[in-house]
């Protein structure tokens, strides 16, 4: 018979299994974020970096690192970190393996209020530059108005679940009748929109951390980061969630307001991330897939390892994305689908023996 | 710890399942509730264990109402294990019997958290499989994963709902052989069954539910070839073998008449 200290001592064993995951992956995260630093159109080497740190660097070198890449960076780690934990959570609150908050309409509602801030309010269009066929000459405006849709989306569906029931069905139709009917208000916009206001909508709906600045770092974080401390409080509640409704119940959870805050929270956090950087797809699906694959499906670690990927897998799309046909940027939501795609298939190929979702 | 019902009604959308449901359990007691499809089991124990509302009849534990109780102190003095789970989280053992804790802790496990999962599963004979994912488990095995978990949330009460429902003898008897013990040792049992003869082997109280509302009840001097056909609305006979007894269905009672 073993004894119940030995039993205690092989669970020790086995989160530690995730505690490495998390630990190799902030590895990689180092490893990527330093990369991310020194590569892309402007020339800056290590060797440069290392005389900026100790003071010596010039001010050109200090220019792209603190006002252009460092934002870009922290911004795409938090946004990574962002999407990916709400999806996880989104999907353990749905007990579905195909939500995710953009399942729930936001990214389309998001989109919508930045093609409304463009022709309705005049946001964009009217200026261009030299790098782009459009630009948008006052993103402040279409940040406020995508975010302001998105939590409009998330009211919508929030409201239909309270009156009628807040089962997991209910709230993903929600979602989708919610995401089409934006689709449907992009395509009017788009429809009447001249070449010029088209373009920019189009380019602010590509996902791209190039938007970043220090303003935007703050507000992300100040926002994001009690957020994902709520998320990190409540793994407890999701898990039991996953068991059923009915047996959460027993336990003593209000399902309904666990539910109703997990989705709230996912949202908001989903829908501040669209409205500044635009829709970046596929991280927050596929992440917590990677992550479920990689350390098991219900894991004590699945939140805080999909919060470490997704910020990794981000960045280091983004720094992929600057530089695969540089001097030319690519949008990183074109870059996410590209390499989270085969990524998840191969994994799915792979160790097809390890259930990871019921 | 005594658990009381009086007068209790439910209706799902205008549809009466349980009618002036009254009974009162003792600690210690091994109940069986039968009878045949759709007479109100598992409604019943949903309504004890506080999961349905009612406001109509009341469910007192030690003459407190089950409303005025707080849910996470309910659920620390009654576990309820669920019919079937048709969706079991991808959880490993350890995890899903610490979940039974939950009433517990608030945002992580603690220390005598670990340490009653660890005792759970030892008592259980579980621990060889302690680190093993739920879903590679036999469904003898998983069935007696969730009444670990039930377990590890210490409690007064068990209620069971149809639990050996998807087990072959052994397991059944395996499953019914720890509850039993458990009775022994001061924990009230309340369990839903269909096989009528495990009900009475294991059973000191049998509560007969037909249509929702009580047939009968009491101990095994009911089970009679009178109630057991008005029960189930088949023949019936019953066999005596030492001091047990078996009932054997015998066919639908129109057929057996003609």
């Known amino acids: 018979m073993i004894m119940p200290e030995r039993i205690l001592e092989q669970y020790k064993q086995h989160l530690k299994r995730g505690v490495r995951f998390i630990a190799s992956v902030s590895m990689i995260l180092l490893t990527v974020v330093s990369v991310s630093i020194v590569v892309g159109s402007a020339e800056v080497g290590f060797v440069e970096l290392y005389q900026l740190l100790t003071g010596k660097g010039t001010a050109f070198s200090a220019q792209i690192v603190y006002q252009i890449r460092l934002p870009r960076i922290i911004g795409g780690m938090l946004a990574g970190t962002a999407l990916a934990t709400s999806g996880a959570v989104v999907q353990s609150l749905l007990r579905n393996p195909l ?13 919508f209020g930045a093609a409304f801030a463009i022709i309705v309010l005049g946001a964009g269009s009217t200026y261009e530059s030299s790098n782009d066929a459009s630009a948008i000459d006052n993103p402040y405006l279409v940040t406020s108005s995508a975010f302001l849709w998105s939590i409009l989306s998330v009211a919508v569906i929030i409201l239909v679940s309270k009156l009628r029931d807040t089962l997991p069905e209910t709230i993903v139709l929600a979602g989708i009748a919610v995401s089409t009917l934006f689709g449907a208000g992009i395509s009017a916009m788009q429809y009447f929109a001249d070449d010029i206001q088209l373009a920019s909508i189009v380019f602010w709906t ?90 098991g499906g219900d894991d004590p670690m699945t939140l805080p390892a999909s919060a470490v990927f997704g910020g990794m897998f981000l960045v280091g799309s983004d720094t992929l994305a600057r530089t695969v046909i540089s001097p030319v940027m690519l949008p990183v939501g074109i870059l996410t689908s590209f390499i989270g795609a085969p990524l998840f298939l191969f994994l799915l190929l792979k160790n097809t023996h390890k259930a990871y979702w019921s | 710890m005594k ?28 109940v069986t509730l039968v009878g045949p499809n759709g007479s109100g089991k598992s409604t019943l124990i949903k309504c004890m264990a506080g999961i349905l509302k009612t406001k109509n009849g009341t469910v007192r534990i030690e003459n407190r109402k089950i409303e005025s109780v707080l ?69 003898g095995q998983r069935q007696a994963v969730i009444i670990a978990r039930a377990l590890a949330q210490e409690p007064d009460i068990l209620l069971l709902d149809e639990p050996t429902s998807n087990l072959d003898m052994k397991h059944q008897i395996e499953i019914l052989e720890i509850l039993k013990s458990l009775a022994q040792n001061g924990v ?23 249509r929702g509302r ?44 003609k």
């Open chain 1, 99 to 111: 939500a995710s908050p953009f399942t729930l309409g936001i990214s389309g509602a998001s989109a």
């Open chain 1, 206 to 295: 590509f996902g791209d951390l190039g938007r970043a600045t220090w303003e935007y770092v703050m507000i992300l974080g100040i926002s994001l980061v009690p957020i994902m401390i709520f998320f990190h409080y409540q793994t407890w509640n999701y898990k039991s969630l996953r068991a059923g409704d009915e047996y959460a119940k027993s336990l003593g959870i209000k399902i309904d307001w666990v539910r109703l805050s997990g989705m709230l929270a996912a949202s908001l956090a989903t829908a501040i991330v669209v409205s500044f950087f635009g829709v970046i797809a596929f991280v927050g699906l596929v992440v917590p897939h990677i992550v479920r694959k990689m350390i």
């Open chain 2, 3 to 30: 658990i009381a019902i009086h007068n209790l009604n439910f209706s799902y959308n205008g549809s009466r399942v349980l009618e002036n449901v009254s009974n009162c359990i003792e600690k210690g007691d091994f």
């Open chain 2, 71 to 139: 849910p996470a102190d309910l659920a620390k003095q009654m576990a309820y294990v669920p019919q079937s789970e048709h969706r079991t989280p991808v959880f490993t053992v350890f995890d899903q019997v610490l979940l039974g804790r939950k009433p517990y802790f608030n945002w992580r496990p603690g220390k005598r958290d670990l340490a009653v999962t660890s005792r759970v599963l030892r008592d259980l004979r579980l621990e060889h499989i302690a680190m093993n994912d739920v879903h590679r488990l036999s469904g």
């Open chain 2, 188 to 210: 009230t049992i309340i369990i839903a069954l269909h096989d009528i003869n495990m009900a009475i082997r294991y059973a000191n109280r049998i509560i007969m539910l037909k």
């Open chain 2, 214 to 257: 009580v047939f009968t009840a009491g101990g095994r001097e009911i089970i009679t070839v009178e109630n057991l056909e008005n029960l189930y609305e088949v023949k019936v006979s019953i066999v005596k073998q030492g001091e047990h007894q078996f009932v054997i269905p015998c066919g639908h009672r129109n057929e057996t008449e």
